[in-house]
T-cell receptor, first 114, second 113 residues
Framework: DGGITQSPKYLFRKEGQNVTLSCEQN?????MYWYRQDPGQGLRLIYY???????QKGDIAEGYSVSREKKESFPLTVTSAQKNPTAFYLC?????????????FGDGTRLSIL | QKEVEQNSGPLSVPEGAIASLNCTYS??????FFWYRQYSGKSPELIMS????GDKEDGRFTAQLNKASQYVSLLIRDSQPSDSATYLC?????????????FGSGTQLTVLP
């Protein structure tokens, strides 16, 4: 079955540590996205990519980095510069850029600080 | 002013009733509108897309769009306890020079047996 796979499901970060969240899709979608969700709030866009080797900052990119070396993969690194990383991280993809295509989500990764 | 605004709820309806969820948005040029359902602790699931003024029905769900009033709603007929979830409205809004999908903060719906 086609879908979006995020791993790990739960992740713990120590102070000063960078951690990387994995996102893989086999839907042959061109566009991929990373969102952050805090309790009781909507989704906020961190980064997005419409094509391999290209990505753009979203609303809350500070303290995060991404890469898009393959169409199927869009990993997110939460750096030590992100002082409040505890949140639910969601990866999504769509056939093309965000203008009119629905986005489909993976199961998410919950990140906490140790 | 929030760009995509929803009543946070909680909204409670009895089983079998119609649940009505509302969403307003700030960008008159928006063309694409989506409703997602998110169960507690899970990721959002797309349940409806609507692009034109009027109603769009899919099973027990009806999405209604009024671009002149910048308003989109979701009706759930014959509500079931399994419909209890948070419903997120998402609209493509102009952000800088590009359109981005922007989410409301969600309405929590509880269907009482």
């Amino acid at each position: 079955d086609g879908g979006i796979t995020q791993s790990p499901k739960y992740l713990f970060r120590k102070e000063g540590q960078n951690v990387t969240l994995s996102c893989e899709q086999n839907l042959n979608h061109d566009a991929m996205y990373w969102y952050r969700q805090d309790p009781g709030q909507g989704l906020r866009l961190i980064y997005y990519s419409q094509i391999v080797n290209d990505f753009q900052k979203g609303d809350i990119a500070e303290g995060y980095s991404v890469s898009r070396e393959k169409k199927e993969s869009f990993p997110l690194t939460v750096t030590s510069a992100q002082k409040n990383p505890t949140a639910f991280y969601l990866c999504a993809s769509s056939k093309q850029g965000p203008s009119n295509q629905p986005q489909h989500f993976g199961d998410g990764t919950r990140l906490s600080i140790l | 002013q929030k760009e995509v605004e929803q009543n946070s709820g909680p909204l409670s309806v009895p089983e079998g009733a119609i649940a009505s969820l509302n969403c307003t948005y700030s960008d008159r040029g928006s063309q694409s509108f989506f409703w997602y359902r998110q169960y507690s602790g899970k990721s959002p699931e797309l349940i409806m897309s609507i692009y034109s003024n009027g109603d769009k029905e899919d099973g027990r769900f009806t999405a209604q769009l009024n671009k002149a009033s910048q308003y989109v709603s979701l009706l759930i007929r014959d509500s079931q306890p399994s419909d209890s979830a948070t419903y997120l409205c998402a609209v493509t809004l102009l952000s800088g020079s590009a359109r981005q999908l922007t989410f409301g903060s969600g309405t929590q719906l509880t269907v009482l047996p």
